[in-house]
């Protein structure tokens, strides 16, 4: 096809054990999945999942053993951390069961969903759209995909996240409010679903500001580490 300008490149992650890449396709990040995230931002309950999404050139990938350097966003005083168990799927569908979207997990990998909160509360306030607090250039820090044939299928285990070594965030993937397998069939009534997609799964409480010079460090179990700097 003769394009009129270069196709533009979309985001690959790396594959733990591997030299293969994960082609990235689309970014849904599902919030407030963690009860005690939820009441801290104030909201409690089961109520049904809500989704948002950032660019798939958005993600900012990183190696095992490596420290990332993610810049300061532009336009902001109050940059969030969020750990969170990140699905990478390997196929897809429309309307699927929990059990048929357990099926198209491929892997999983640590990720961060970095927030511009000032610019997020403002638009929470004005009633529009999160794209300018969430969805910006490197919001979305990612170590490794690791096979669902290595880890199995992660269900519970302990997430955390430190700044600078002091602990942030800690909880349970058993914490979640819904499940991958149930988050994942619930979006696939709202887009079809597809390989190459990423979904953010939630963060546990415990959310706060980073600034430049500071070195975060997020964990889940079976996963090894994430490690991002916080440059200019």
């Not at 990235?24 to 809500?50: I, L, Q």
């Not at 600078?164 to 993937?173: A, F, I, K, S």
């Not at 010079?213 to 964990?219: K, R, S, Y």
Request: with cysteine; hydrophobic share 40%.
């Amino acid at each position: 096809m003769n394009t009129v300008f270069p196709t533009p490149e979309g985001g690959t992650l790396l594959v733990a054990g591997s030299d293969a890449a994960f082609p990235v396709r689309r970014v849904y990040c599902v919030g407030r999945n963690y009860a005690d995230h939820a009441r801290e931002m104030g909201d409690s309950g089961r109520e049904p999942p809500f989704f948002f999404a950032k660019p798939g050139d958005a993600v900012l990938s990183i190696a095992d053993g490596e420290v990332g350097t993610m810049p300061y966003p532009p336009r902001t005083q109050d940059l969030h951390h969020e750990i969170e168990l990140v699905a990478a799927l390997g196929s897809g569908g429309r309307d699927l069961t929990a059990e048929q979207a357990a099926a198209c997990v491929w892997g999983y990998a640590i990720g961060l969903d970095m927030t511009r909160r000032d610019l997020q509360g403002a638009a929470k306030k004005s009633g529009r759209p999160w794209e300018v607090g969430k969805a910006f250039d490197h919001s979305a820090p990612i170590g490794p995909v690791h096979p669902i044939a290595a880890t199995g299928a992660l269900s519970q285990g302990r997430i955390a996240l430190t700044v600078n070594g002091q602990e942030r965030q800690v909880g349970d993937l058993s914490d979640m409010i819904w499940s991958v397998p149930e988050a994942l069939a619930y979006l696939s009534t709202l887009f079809e679903l597809k390989a190459g997609d990423l979904v953010f799964t939630g963060t546990p409480a415990g959310v706060g500001a980073v600034v430049p010079g500071d070195l975060l460090e997020g964990t889940i179990e079976g996963l090894g580490a994430l490690q991002v700097r916080i440059g200019a």
